[in-house]
């Protein structure tokens, strides 16, 4: 039993060696996707391109609020027939902006989920060549690590190949 857990012991050494003498050979580095995708002059240009568009929806709606509580106010000085009426106005421009708020956050959801894939997109495509272009073995994303040497993370390289080349535009 001492012989065999000795001739396993001895194997397992080995295995662990020839492992350790091979992955000194690998050429590995990390990237931390978040901050790359928050450096990305791409990313910064087009949240303020979907900011630009809330703010003007906010006006939109803002118009639209102003003008039922115009009617709200003026509810008051009509008589019970008038009243009726004017209330019918009111609840049909009150489903109105209720229509309005709803279209306005699906369509601006979309555009975010949108541009959100179609940086995560580029920026996977440039880190992939990033890798075959320098001989990387493995490229790792922050988010999947514990722990990593500093010396390993090509994060800023990542970033200053992507605001370059891929017309990311000035840098802000």
Do not use: C, H, P, W
């Amino acid at each position: 039993m001492k012989r065999v857990l000795t001739v396993l012991f001895v194997t397992v050494l080995f295995f662990a060696g020839a492992i350790g003498a091979y992955a000194k050979e690998l050429k590995v580095a990390y990237v931390d996707i978040d901050k790359v995708f928050e450096e990305y002059n791409k990313t910064k240009e087009e949240y303020k391109s979907l900011d630009d568009k809330l703010k003007a929806k906010e006006g939109e709606r803002k118009k639209m609020v102003d003008e039922v509580r115009r009617m709200k106010d003026e509810l008051e000085l009509l008589s019970d027939k008038g009243k009726e009426e004017k209330q019918a106005a009111i609840d049909e421009k009150i489903n109105a902006l209720s229509e309005f708020d709803r279209k306005a956050k699906s369509e601006f959801q979309k555009q975010r989920m949108d541009a959100i894939k179609n940086i995560s997109g580029e920026i996977e495509k440039v880190i992939q060549e990033y890798g075959k272009n320098n001989g990387y073995d493995f490229l790792f994303s922050s988010r999947s690590m514990v722990y990593g040497k500093d010396e390993y993370d090509i994060t800023g390289e990542i970033v200053k190949l992507l605001n370059t080349k891929t017309g990311g535009g000035k840098k802000q």
